[in-house]
Every structure is written in C-alpha cells, then in structure tokens.
C-alpha cells in the first residue's frame, strides 16, 4: 500500500510543479484513454456480434437487387460505420487539445516569470524557476499525451476503415 502512496504523491508533486494547468491535462487525458479503450474493447469484443446480426438479417432476406433493397444494405452499411466511428472524432479532438493546453501552461507560467521579475527586479531566482518549470512541464505533459494519442488513433482509424469496407464487401446483391 505504501508503493501506491508514494507513487499518488509523486504524481501529485509533479502536477503541482506544472501548475494548474496540468490538472486540465491530465483530465483530458484521462479522458481520451477512457475513450480509446472504450473502442479497443469494442472493437475486440462487441463488434463481432454486431456485424454477425447484420450479415444474418441481410442474408435473411429473399431478394437483394431491387432498388429498395439496396437502400436497405446502404442503410445497413451506414448504421454499422457510425457505430464503428463512435468516439473517434472525439479521441481526435482530444489528441490535438493535449497541446494546446499545455501552450496555455506555458502562457500562464511565463506571466508568472514576467510577474516575478517585475516585482523583484530578477533578483529572485528561486520564484523565476518556478514559473519556468510551469511554462515548460505543461507543454512536455501535453505533447506526450497528445503522442501517445496520436498512435492509438491511427490504429483506431485504420482498424475502422479496414471493418467498414469488409462490411460492405460482405452484403453482396447476388440474388
């Protein structure tokens, strides 16, 4: 349990020393993490099923190649690519706010340096550090998180361009 404590107060020490904007950083990537494994397990687990329904109630039906059918399986494909982009737009949105914020951090710690020298004169070196290490973690926190979720969206995406298509490869009009 003492592990675990520590490792709780170590991050807390380093959100501290990044300002509050790190807190808004690390909620947002919280946040995309929550998402991006919301669709890693969808993908892994429920989608299956869900294009097994499909596939069977297209196979179901007795004529494919009239007009109406065909906006049926258009129908079909689109309701399957929504469920299969759901959360990707956000997860992408999250990913490029990462950055900007921490450039909010390094606005916000740079005022705070500039705050600092006006009032002593930059004979305080000790409160100019603190206000450095507020304009630069944020930054280094939000480029990492937004990196981390660049590669897991790719993936995403390419996983979900990849089952659209074989969904609509699959609801052949052959009868």
Not at 9 to 33: K, P, V
Not at 35 to 59: M, T, V
Request: with cysteine; charged share 15%.
């Amino acid at each position: 349990m003492q592990p675990l404590l520590d490792a709780i107060a170590t991050l807390r020490a380093f959100l501290d020393q990044g300002g509050l904007m790190m807190y808004f950083i690390a909620l947002l990537t919280l946040c995309m993490w929550t998402l991006i494994f919301e669709r890693l397990s969808y993908f892994k687990g429920d989608l299956k099923p869900e294009l097994q329904e499909f596939f069977s109630a297209w196979e179901a039906r007795r004529e494919r190649k009239s007009w109406y059918a065909h906006k049926i399986r258009t129908a079909m494909i689109s309701r399957v690519n929504s469920r299969i982009d759901a959360n990707l737009d956000i997860i992408s949105a999250l990913v490029a706010l990462c950055p900007l914020m921490g450039l909010l951090g390094t606005v916000i710690g740079m005022i705070e340096v500039f705050s600092v020298l006006s009032t002593s004169g930059g004979g305080n070196a000790r409160s100019m550090a603190n206000g450095v290490s507020k304009a630069t973690i944020p930054v280094m926190a939000g480029m990492v998180s937004a990196i981390s979720g660049l590669f897991v969206h790719a993936y995403l995406a390419r996983v979900a361009n990849t089952e659209k298509a074989l969904f609509a490869d699959h609801l052949t009009m052959d009868h």
